[in-house]
């Protein structure tokens, strides 16, 4: 069922995070400048309307390069990071609420910037994150794009039959939280890390990216990003958030065609008012990596005034 291997890719995804050190100095200072904040970091490019992308678990903000530099011709680009997963300090997120560190943090910094309402995307966790933003800072969103992410991650843990009570979620999630810590600093190799991330994307050049961004992960902010990730349910939030959402959908590798794929998003995005769904093919969970064009698109299209 699309149940069990969306749970299967997800939890896989995190087998190869290990931190080895802050990214090299001489690629640091070619980098625009970062505002730090507790929970993450944010690299603001461009003028124009403002445009919000946030990465998903153990993702840095290089998932957006295919797109990034072109968004600021026109657009006021914020790149968010959370800290910790771009091999930079963790900063706060070692403690219980990070993902209501991050909705703040961003909240405060578009504020200060004074960028006013946002398009938001946000990828996996970020997607998470984006509708989490949006439930609670409302004047603050023009409009969502949600890039392969639902409102409740635990749905994923039924496997086709009934769903887990909230004291077991919140046992598997703990389990998975204190399994995923104990990588830190211990070094595996690129086989090891092939299979965590392999399965996440189609392209032989999007799975040696993402392997390299899972190496440099710091492996304690993910175990407790994906223990909130889990326990944070946002489908009774849907029907409050009144920005237009667009959730991309990668329907081929799930392996159980267009149409069941999209059903299954459907019923989990049931109570939002205003949603729609742009499934693209041939792509992974990664999709912006394994379809380019094809994200590039839908993400012009989402960004359309109207």
Do not use: C
């Amino acid at each position: 069922m699309i149940r069990r291997l969306a749970l299967r890719l997800a939890l896989t995804a995190l087998a190869g995070l290990v931190l080895l050190g802050p990214r090299p100095a001489a690629a640091a200072a070619r980098a625009p400048a970062e505002t730090r904040l507790a929970h993450i970091s944010i690299v603001a490019l461009g003028r124009g309307s403002p445009v919000v992308l946030v990465p998903g678990l153990a993702s840095p903000r290089d998932v957006w390069d295919g797109v990034a530099a072109d968004l600021a011709r026109s657009h006021r680009v914020y790149l968010v990071q959370v800290n910790g997963f771009g091999g930079d300090a963790p900063g706060a997120n070692l403690a219980s609420g990070l993902l209501d560190g991050v909705v703040a943090d961003l909240s405060a910094a578009l504020v200060a910037d004074r960028a006013g309402p946002v398009r938001f995307v946000g990828h996996s966790m970020g997607g998470l994150l984006a509708l989490k933003f949006a439930s609670v800072h409302r004047d603050q969103v023009d409009r969502l794009m949600i890039v392969d992410a639902l409102p409740d991650f635990a749905v994923l843990l039924a496997r086709g039959g009934p769903m887990p009570g909230s004291a077991q979620i919140e046992a598997m999630a703990a389990t998975l939280r204190t399994a995923t810590a104990a990588r830190y600093g211990r070094t595996m190799t690129q086989a090891e890390i092939a299979t965590g991330v392999d399965s996440l994307a189609l392209t032989p050049a999007a799975r040696t990216r993402m392997r390299a961004w899972s190496a440099r992960a710091d492996a304690r902010v993910a175990g407790q990003a994906i223990y909130e990730d889990m326990t944070s349910d946002l489908r009774p939030a849907l029907p409050g958030i009144a920005a237009p959402i667009t959730v991309v959908v990668p329907w081929t590798a799930a392996g159980f065609g267009k149409d069941r794929t999209l059903a299954f998003y459907a019923a989990q995005y049931a109570g939002a008012p205003n949603v729609r769904f742009v499934p693209i093919a041939e792509a992974g969970h990664f999709v912006m990596l394994d379809q380019p064009a094809a994200f590039r698109a839908a993400l012009e299209a989402f960004l359309v005034d109207g």
